[in-house]
């Protein structure tokens, strides 16, 4: 149906390597990213943060049109994704999870069928099926 790319690019290697990524819209062009970034607290991008937005914009966007088909027009939908990287022996790491928390406000909406359909829409997330890491929904309808 869509195929969507970024490139990213490393000059040098290590701990001293700089990396760059660029999306095809262009909504980033030669971000930096690089070991300050992902480890510490450096200005740039991360994997892990860039996943974390695709994984909260993706499920969001889900939950927002399973409310549509449902007959709801009004409110808003807030959701903040942790993504969690953990080294997993010898100098290796692994993502093991993306918890995903969810404030929305919908008018008319009872607790029955928000959890419902937030619980659907994370299951139906294309970002959730690709991810293999664990994956939870924190959902508050407030």
Same mark, same amino acid.
Request: glycine share 12%; with cysteine.
């Given at each position: 149906?869509?195929?969507?790319?970024?490139?990213?690019?490393?000059?040098?290697?290590?701990?001293?390597?700089?990396?760059?990524? +660029? +999306?095809?819209?262009? #909504?980033?062009?030669?971000?930096?990213?690089?070991?300050?970034?992902?480890?510490? /607290?450096?200005?740039?991008?991360?994997?892990?943060?860039?996943?974390?937005?695709?994984?909260?914009?993706?499920?969001?966007?889900?939950?927002?049109? !399973?409310?549509?088909?449902?007959?709801?027009?009004?409110?808003? @939908?807030?959701?903040?994704?942790? #993504?969690?990287?953990?080294?997993?022996?010898?100098?290796?790491?692994?993502?093991?999870? $993306? /918890?995903?928390? @969810?404030?929305? $406000? #919908?008018?008319? @909406? $009872?607790?029955?069928?928000?959890?419902?359909? !937030?619980?659907?829409?994370?299951?139906?997330?294309? #970002?959730?099926?690709?991810?293999?890491?664990?994956?939870? @929904? /924190? !959902?508050?309808?407030?």
């Amino acid at each position: 149906m869509t195929t969507r790319t970024a490139t990213a690019r490393y000059d040098g290697f290590g701990k001293e390597g700089k990396g760059h990524i +660029t +999306t095809q819209s262009g #909504v980033m062009t030669d971000q930096y990213y690089g070991f300050n970034t992902r480890f510490e /607290d450096g200005k740039g991008t991360n994997p892990e943060e860039l996943i974390a937005a695709a994984h909260a914009g993706c499920f969001t966007m889900a939950l927002s049109f !399973a409310l549509a088909r449902a007959g709801f027009s009004e409110g808003s @939908l807030e959701t903040k994704a942790a #993504v969690k990287l953990e080294q997993d022996g010898e100098g290796g790491f692994t993502i093991t999870r $993306s /918890d995903l928390t @969810l404030n929305a $406000s #919908v008018p008319g @909406l $009872s607790q029955g069928q928000f959890q419902a359909l !937030a619980d659907g829409a994370h299951a139906n997330c294309p #970002v959730s099926k690709l991810l293999k890491a664990e994956s939870n @929904l /924190d !959902a508050t309808l407030g």
